[in-house]
């Protein structure tokens, strides 16, 4: 039964954010067979929250053009092992960002987050900054194109 449950949310939670809807609100909806209602009591930052969420979602899967955080490239032998390990760190640090690791022959990079201005980008790049001292001379605000 509870293997049953997590399919059936899982499956509503996909079409929930294909479709940029809170999920709230799509638990809220009665249920066409039968009639039920999912009464969901929670706090309104987390309402906020979670909206917040799906929006950031949506606009970072829409955006084909903009800016992104570059924190590493190389083009060593061993590159490809160090761009994979620095993407682990960063997905570890920062989960809600969209990280990326790239192969532009003959170059390995990682990329982080994906914005809309090199303004909306900067806070970003401070932050990698902070929690990576260590890429110091790697970090960089590029252009993206999809």
């Known amino acids: 039964m509870r293997n049953y449950f997590l ?4 499956l509503l939670c996909v079409q929930v954010f294909a479709q940029n809807a809170p999920i709230i609100d799509a638990l809220a ?3 066409s067979e039968t009639g039920a209602v999912v009464k969901v009591l929670q706090d309104e930052q ?3 929250l979670l909206n917040k969420k799906a929006e950031n979602y949506a606009e970072s899967n829409t955006l084909k053009r903009g800016w992104s955080v570059q924190v590493f490239q190389e083009n060593s ?6 761009a994979l390990a620095i993407e682990k760190k ?38 990698l900054l902070k929690e990576f001292p260590a890429l110091k001379g790697s ?8």
């Open 139 to 146: 970090v960089y605000i590029v252009k993206f194109a999809e």
């Open 90 to 127: 960063v997905r570890a640090k920062f989960p809600d960002e969209v990280v990326r690791t790239e192969r532009v022959s003959p170059f390995w990079r990682v990329r982080v987050g994906k914005f809309a201005t090199i303004e909306d980008a900067q806070p970003l790049r401070e932050l």
């Open 46 to 48: 987390i309402t906020y």
């Open 29 to 31: 909806k009665k249920d």
């Open 77 to 82: 032998t061993s590159a490809k092992d160090a």
């Open 7 to 10: 399919i059936v949310f899982t």
